[in-house]
């Protein structure tokens, strides 16, 4: 007989193992061969699947803030779709890094059940994050997340087709997977920024502003970290320069139909030579990550 | 003789997706394999995508359906690669989502992606009317699996599984 006075216990119905979330942690890995390759450095590998992770986290949640916020219904549905594959991307790759290097994983008091990839995302600092600043910086009016999205999927569409032939099994599943989401994502963006670009005159001008105000931020997505280059010459890693001209050739595609053109703006430098994949960021982060890490944090035992 | 390998895989066969139940998982294509060893039944699962929801709901039901009936140890292990791809729902899975008011994948795209700046032109049949004449309303439905379409004779609006 179900107890209407309590909606939980008709739902756990005396065994709490029928009771799909919160009960559990799974390892999105359970069951993968997650053996760093022969000749590869565990920390650099763990570095590099920060990298990647990082970006898709940091994007996930600028993208998630749009929900309920979108201009309408069908695109907030989107937002949060896409969101979504950039978390599950995140996921994986943060739980890769931790079995490549569980030094890297912050430390948590003795029998929390919060595992690797959760430990990641919400117990580090803001650097220790290797994110690109493209990423993180905060966002605009709809125009700056179709261009935001634009760059970045045109970037990693690149980058991920390569990584799907890496010599490490892990990363190149994630990839392989990713392809296919990101293929979706740079379509949606490159569809928007056509439709903003041949609007209105209001329209016109807001996609020609973001696009202005991200352009600086464009560089970092095709500059390599060592980190990238040292994994690339050992078939693990792609290195970033190498997708530069392809990366080109498509922005120039949408830019030539929107008739838009390249903005001429030098891209932001970075402090001391150091930008996001070095944990150098901007103020942004650190702001995103305190409203994103706090309720995590104040429970690091995963028990209230 | 049903083997016992067979009987397990017969029990993981029943589990049905937590978002589109009118399909087990092995109609979506997610049951990859099922294998006894001693006393441990190995089943393996692939998500539909990376950020797939439903994955700890699959491995909870496999873990709950395969215990019910007499296996006492079950381990769930996910398969990363090969990528799951819409053309794995089976010809039955495809049946039942037509069944439930829904619209079948096409054949997913292979090779090279290039960017498509147009939007994506599928010829569906309203799974309500039969009516040829659809249009899409969002790429992106309920679920990351599914765009939302609307029958331009009937004026119901239906979900197609994408191809991917």
Redesign the interface.
Known sequence: MMNHDSVYDGLLGGDS??W??GT?F???????DTTVPAGVDGGELAAYCLMLGDDTLVLSQRLAEWCSRAPEL?ED??LA?MA??????A??LLARAAAADPAVVPVLPAGSPVPAEDALAFFREAGQFRNVRLAEVVNGDFAHVVVRLLLFSIAR?AVL?RLSGSGD??L???A??????L??H???A??WF?TLAQGTDESRKRLVSALEQLWPLRDELVTAHPVELSLAAAGIGVDPAGVRDETDA?LD??LA?AEVDRPQRAPLAGIGGRTGRDGMHTEALSRMLAEMQVVARAHPSGRW | MVSLRERAAAVAGTVRDPEMPMLTLADLGVLRDTQVDGEVV?V?IT?T?????A???M??DLV?RLTDAGFPRV??????????SSDWITEHGRAELRAAGLSAPGPAKKGP?G??????RRALTCPRCGSPRTEV??????T?CKA?YRCVDCFEPFDHVKE?
Not at chain 1, 84 to 89: E, I, V
Not at chain 1, 176 to 181: I, L
Request: aromatic residues 6%.
């Open positions: 193992s029928q799909a979330f559990d799974e390892d999105p890995l359970a069951g993968v069908e549905i989107a779709n979504l594959d950039l978390l599950g991307q996921r994986l569409l087709q099994a892990v190149a599943a994630v392989a997977k990713g392809v296919k989401e293929t979706y740079r379509d949606w490159g569809r056509l498509v595609q949408v139909v | 190995v393996s998500p995508y990376s950020g797939c929801p994955m700890a709901t491995r909870d709950h381990e769930v292990r996910v398969v990363l690669s090969p990528a799951w992606v960017l498509t700046l147009s939007p994506t309303i969002s790429e992106f439905g309920a990351a939302l991917i």
